[in-house]
Antibody
């Protein structure tokens, strides 16, 4: 059974940067498409970014395009989210998710909290 | 971009009730639609994928239907463990995914 564990969340000032990591364990093959999804306090789920199996294809939600970068290291079974120019409305729980059902997220991490505040 | 409209936003129900949540897409997404259950402090859980395919391990009281732009999630006999927030998600293209706004199922 695949498990995902996120890390790297924390408190950062507006305009700052943070790098989230997600490590997958229990794998038998390279994970398929991987994604980041977030939930701001009191809000619903918001898709953030997708990355293809070999890392060549990446896509972003409109609210993070140009500020966030998703990447992966298949040798380390890891996915990353580099977040730059952070704003207060980026405050959220960030989840790593595996798109094992042709894009539907069949495995999720427990989330890591990002707080952007001065 | 495809927008997803979920209704109702809140649903009050009792144990044993049959409930239905609706999700509408702003354009045709065929059956590229998933449903998730999310409880406070936990990770979302996949219930249904490809509009009507029950995820392994999910109780059969959950069912999904629809295609194109109109979709439903039905819980046939609500159980105490089912009080949670439910989200639909379209994944018609990897370039842009979208979640619905969520439906909170609360105890009447």
């Amino acid at each position: 059974e695949v498990q995902l564990v996120e890390s790297g969340g924390g408190l950062v000032q507006p305009g700052g940067s943070l790098r989230l990591s997600c490590v997958a364990s229990g794998l038998t093959t390279t994970t398929p498409w991987m994604s980041w999804v977030r939930q701001a306090p009191g809000k619903g789920l918001e898709w953030v970014a997708n990355i293809g199996q070999d890392g060549s294809a990446t896509y972003y939600g409109d609210s993070v395009k140009g500020r966030f970068t998703i990447s992966r290291d298949n040798a380390q079974n890891s996915v990353y989210l580099q977040m730059d120019y952070l704003r207060g409305d980026d405050t959220a729980v960030f989840y790593c998710a595996q798109g094992g059902r042709a894009g539907a997220f069949d495995v999720w991490g427990q989330g890591t909290v990002v707080t952007v505040s001065s | 971009d495809i927008q997803m409209t979920q209704s109702p936003s809140t649903l009050s129900a009792s144990v044993g009730d049959r409930i239905t949540i609706t999700c509408r897409a702003s354009q045709n997404i065929n059956t590229w639609l998933a449903w998730y259950q999310h409880k406070p402090g936990g990770a979302p859980k996949l219930l249904i994928h490809k509009a009507s395919n029950l995820e392994s391990g999910v109780p059969s009281r959950f069912s999904g239907g629809g295609s194109g732009t109109e979709f439903t999630l039905t819980i046939s006999c609500l159980q105490p463990d089912d009080f949670a927030t439910y989200y639909c998600q379209q994944y018609n293209t990897y370039s842009h995914f979208t979640f619905g706004g969520g439906t909170k199922v609360e105890m009447k």
